[in-house]
């Protein structure tokens, strides 16, 4: 079991301004199950990528089988059994399971002018029941859970005869069920030989499924060890490392007499808010932690009235507001930061003065044309003040990296004056430096009497930034604490805390 | 000193969005020459009157569709809504009796009504514009069959009373002098548009919606306005083009109009207008709409039939759109800089600043510096060249070094 397949060595890395992989070593043995670890932007992500052919790298070697190994694109990985299964699945969801597993490489019949459905799916039953799973081939894959919609992919992987798989975050979207079902396929996997790498923030699903265990941190090889052998506390410790960043805040700022200038309560809409209540105090930052699917972000949307409401009332201020629509919370002083910038926070395309103009051309219009000069001096000041680097204020916002582009929708709302910043996960896909500014930027903004809410999945920042915390799960606030005398223990508990249990 | 810093910074400007700006226009008068040189009698204002002509009613709605088509969405009906409120307003004058200035009214709210009939659809019942303005197209199509009972409509000529729009689009002197008015109709237009869109909040926030819709939406614009926006003005600017056609051709014909909109869209593709939005301008738009007309007043003065012209059109169409895509690409590639490059740069700043000192000294100091100056030059020159032809062999080492083991890699796969 000792034999290695895979070993990357001294891989480098850059992209813009961003030195992401610096020297990274990575050793793969046949048949064992490799977690990879790290915060987010510590690389993992990265290395897979320079792996499967996805991205190149600037220096470095892999070996595989043996053999120095350079991929160009990912279907080169795959052929040569190297395959990946993202975090998102990509699969095409009206059609059926068979057609999924075999797209591009479909069982033909009568010399290659016909699909042989047929034969196809008896290929897709046999491989269920190879790798011990019970799917129907025939099924179309939208009809399945997202689990067995993830074993398909699965499959589909193995399929191709691989050597290698990469699972990122594979358990992020099962249920507990689904996750033992998966542990026992990548477990058989493993006996047969299929050497796997697998990302997970999950600690516990670390100790449970795999064999060794290696830790990056800011784009560099940390550190390689047994599971066996290590502890949890151990893990999070190579990969927090001496930052000092980690220190969470001992006492919160915010007097309790504070005015409350957002009060939500018992709100209710979708499938992931239910009878929510809470209220923010003028300058304080409120975090809402829990895990993913815990009904955060649908909270945060539902307020700023990008979704829609079922019930429930909201105050700002004191005064009931009915939001409807986000141009009636931009209107009272709310300003929503997205987790996924470029989706929803970012045109891309346009330049920094575009973006950071957005939700205030309103305020500089004279008379019928927006005042040219005006508006390139705020952004300006703005690009000073949050210290956005960009060469010009009419650069697009794809040339920008993830840290400053996400200082350009801080400027957007500081310009627009909101008084009720919600930030959902504002360091995300953020490179280390540019976090602590950010958060510099934060604790600043709650100082001159902003009020925030932090939405975060990583409960270091939570608990560094929060002067009190909310902690949701499946939808519902179970806990609210103070951060004097909180702990990531504590949190979790709570973040756990299912209705029926 | 700033002054040299301020002619750097727009030498850099103009480079960064240069290209593209400069590139159709360039491509206009290369065309112009072109047949100036090779085509009989083009160089003549016959001929020039001609292009203008030609150009006046497809650049009335090839403005207006410039306004959809950076919102992200398409409007097909332009052509049609076009011929159906000219056919409208002449049965409106002709069979109605109304007067001449109602029914260029009428003619402008007909089509401004389609518009926004294609806004309802779009913004508010989220239908696809692609959809919601065909059906738009058929719609006017009949509307304007129905209305004028399939008779064609006859605007009154030039000597007739009523005949003095005609002067707004192109007017004729007493002594056979032709000032083509409708040109600077239309240039009026693009200004106004040009205005709108790079001025106004209205325009910054049709950029921003078909930039990214959502995210204008979480930033609080009223996205169903603004889309809106952006069909009505496409229908309004229809109406302009339709008195343009009437005050040109006299005669309106029932169902007429289609294939309109076709060279309106290629006009603002061939400017640069991207049809997944958020990027596209007034004047690049006016530009593809002359390079069209050019090669159809061109094409025959070579004895090239009309048919050569959509041949041609459809070649400049795909070549513009080409070489959009593949500046793109270029734009956005990452450069990686080897050591090669760093030196040269770190040598040209020392040249630039060796520069500067020589500017503050005099005689015969000046003149040691600038035969320094020389030498340093020849020096980075050659160094440079062999940096990089030791570069370029150690790449192609690796690279044949790579593909080696791939092959022997794959090779013991099949051995397998």
């Known amino acids: 079991m000792n034999e290695s397949v895979l070993s990357m060595k001294g891989i480098h890395k850059r992209f813009m301004g961003v030195h992401a992989l610096k020297g990274v070593d990575f050793d793969l043995r046949v048949g064992e199950i490799h977690a990879l670890v790290g915060e987010n932007g510590a690389g993992k992500s990265t290395m897979m990528k320079v792996l499967t052919g996805i991205y190149e790298k600037d220096s470095g070697e892999i070996q595989f089988l043996g053999k120095l190994f350079h991929p160009h694109n990912p279907k080169q990985a795959l052929s040569a059994g190297i395959g990946i299964i993202h975090q998102e699945l990509n699969m095409m969801e009206h059609l059926t399971v068979a057609q999924n597993i075999y797209i591009g490489r479909e069982t033909m019949k009568s010399g290659g002018l016909f699909l042989d459905e047929k034969g196809q799916n008896q290929r897709a039953g046999a491989l269920f029941d190879r790798l011990n799973m019970n799917i129907d081939a025939q099924e179309t894959l939208n009809r399945l859970t997202v689990g067995k919609q993830q074993m398909v992919e699965i499959a589909k992987a193995v399929s191709h005869d691989l050597k290698v798989l990469i699972l990122d975050e594979p358990t992020a979207a099962l249920t507990e069920v689904e996750i033992e079902e998966l542990f026992t396929i990548m477990r058989d996997l493993a006996s047969k030989g299929v050497a796997m790498i697998y990302i997970s923030h999950r600690m516990d699903e670390i100790g449970q499924i795999t064999d060794r265990v290696t830790v990056m941190r800011d784009g560099e090889y940390v550190g390689t060890n047994e599971t066996s052998k290590i502890t949890k506390e151990d893990i999070i410790n190579m990969m927090v490392g001496r930052v000092i960043y980690e220190k969470p805040k001992v006492k919160s700022n915010v007097s309790a007499d504070a005015e409350v200038v957002l009060e939500v309560s018992s709100l209710n809409a979708g499938r992931l808010v239910k009878d929510v209540s809470f209220k923010l105090h003028q300058g304080e930052i409120l975090g809402f932690a829990g895990l993913m699917g815990a009904g955060r972000t649908e909270t945060a949307r539902a307020i700023f009235g990008a979704d829609e409401i079922q019930s429930g009332t909201i ?187 | 000193m700033s002054d040299i810093g301020n002619n750097k910074k727009m030498g850099n400007r103009i480079r960064e969005i240069g290209m593209q700006k400069f590139l159709a ?229 029932p169902a007429q109009g289609q294939g309109f909109e076709l060279y309106a869209i290629a006009g603002a593709v061939i400017g640069g207008t991207s049809l997944s939005g958020g990027v596209g301008s007034v004047f690049g738009t006016l530009i593809g709409v002359y390079i069209m007309s050019t090669l159809r007043v061109g094409l025959p003065s070579m004895d090239l039939q009309a048919h050569y012209q959509t041949f041609f059109t459809g070649v400049v169409v795909i070549g513009a759109v080409l070489l959009d895509l593949y500046r793109n690409k270029r734009a956005s590639e990452v450069r990686i800089l080897s050591p090669a490059d760093t030196y040269r740069n770190t040598q040209t700043a020392k040249i630039a600043r060796m520069k500067v000192e020589i500017s503050d000294l005099n005689g015969a100091e000046a003149e040691a510096k600038k035969g320094e100056l020389t030498a340093l030059r020849v020096e980075i020159k050659a160094t440079f060249s062999q940096m990089k032809k030791e570069e370029k062999t150690e790449k192609r080492r690796i690279l044949a070094e790579e593909k080696a083991a791939v092959k022997a890699f794959h090779q013991e796969l099949k051995g397998d």
């Open chain 2, 25 to 253: 226009p360039a491509a206009l008068v290369i065309l112009y020459i072109f047949f100036g040189i090779f085509g009989r009698n083009f160089f003549s204002f016959t001929s020039l009157v001609n292009i203008l002509d030609a150009s006046y009613y497809i650049g009335f709605i090839a403005i207006g569709v410039t306004f959809v088509i950076i919102t992200g969405g398409i409007d097909l009906s332009v052509g049609t809504v076009m011929m159906c409120a000219a056919i409208i307003g002449g049965t409106a004058y002709k069979s109605w009796g109304w007067p001449m200035w109602l029914s260029l009214i009428l003619i402008l709210i007909v089509a401004t009504a389609f518009g926004y009939f294609n806004g309802i659809m779009v913004s508010r019942l989220k239908l696809p514009p692609f959809i919601a303005t065909l059906g738009t197209m058929m719609i006017s199509m009949g509307v304007g069959s129905i209305i004028s009972n399939v008779r064609s409509a006859t605007f009154p000529i030039r000597s007739e009373p009523d005949g003095w729009f005609k002067s707004i689009f192109k007017y004729l002197g007493d002594d056979g002098l032709t000032i083509p008015t409708g040109f600077i109709v239309l240039i009026i237009t693009a200004i106004i548009a040009y205005l709108i869109l790079t001025k106004t909040k209205m325009g910054r926030y049709i950029f921003a919606v078909g930039s990214n819709k959502e995210a204008a939406r979480l930033s609080g614009v009223d996205v169903q306005k603004w889309e809106m926006m952006a069909y009505v003005i496409s229908g309004l600017t229809a109406g302009i083009g339709a008195i343009a056609f009437a005050a040109v051709y006299t005669t309106v014909m």
């Open chain 1, 315 to 501: 105050k700002v201020r004191g005064v009931p507001v009915k939001i409807s629509d986000p141009m009636v919370a931009v209107a009272h002083g709310i300003g929503y930061l997205s987790e996924d910038r470029k989706r929803y926070g970012l045109a891309t395309g346009l330049s920094v003065i575009e973006n950071s103009l957005m939700a205030s051309y309103n305020k500089y219009e004279t008379g019928l044309f927006i005042h040219a000069g005006k508006i390139r001096a705020i952004t300006e000041e703005y690009v000073n003040k949050l210290s956005i680097k960009t060469p010009t204020i009419d650069q697009l916002l794809n040339n920008l990296s993830g840290g400053n582009q996400q200082k350009v929708v801080i400027a957007k709302w500081l310009i627009n004056d909101a008084q009720i910043l919600i930030f959902d996960e504002p360091t995300r896909g953020i490179d280390v430096g540019a976090k602590s500014e950010i958060y510099t930027l934060m604790n600043e903004l709650a100082a001159q009497g902003k009020s925030i809410i932090m939405i975060s999945s990583e409960l270091p920042e939570i608990l560094r930034m929060s002067d009190r915390i909310i902690v949701m799960c499946e939808g519902r606030v179970t806990g609210e604490l103070d951060i004097e005398g909180s702990s990531q223990k504590e949190i979790m508990k709570y973040a756990t805390m299912r209705e029926n249990v």
